[in-house]
């Protein structure tokens, strides 16, 4: 059974981090892109960061361009989000994916979703 599993979300304070996790298990996805979504309440899901299989080629959403960075580990079959310098509008629920096909700068996502992760940026 191929499952995407995230974790290392949690409350934190405007202008402070978090690192989320994306351990994918019953296959690997070494030769895929990857990405990460986000949903808040009462808004659609929508793209934050995706990675190319080698990890050599990023793309952000312009909203946390600067702030968040990507990157993968294809030995561990895990995928990351650095979230730093946080806002109040980066609270969502965040979500991995994975197998995605990555052109062009644009991700397309593919099948796999994890069961996400909330982040809460609150004073």
């Known amino acids: 059974q191929v499952q995407l599993v995230e974790s290392g979300g949690g409350l934190v304070q405007p202008g402070g981090s978090l690192r989320l996790s994306c351990a994918a298990s019953g296959r690997t996805f070494s030769s895929d892109a990857m990405g990460w979504f986000r949903q808040a309440p009462g808004k659609e899901r929508e793209f934050v960061a995706a990675i190319s299989w080698s990890g050599g080629s990023t793309v952000y959403a312009d909203s946390v361009k600067g702030r968040f960075t990507i990157s993968r580990d294809n030995a561990k079959n895990t995928m990351y989000l650095q979230l730093n310098s946080l806002k109040l509008e980066d609270t969502a629920v965040y979500y991995c994916?994975?197998?995605?096909?990555?052109?062009?700068?644009?991700?397309?996502?593919?099948?796999?979703w994890g069961q996400g992760t909330q982040v809460t940026v609150s004073s």
């Open positions: 994916n994975a197998p995605g096909t990555y052109s062009r700068y644009t991700y397309y996502p593919g099948g796999y």
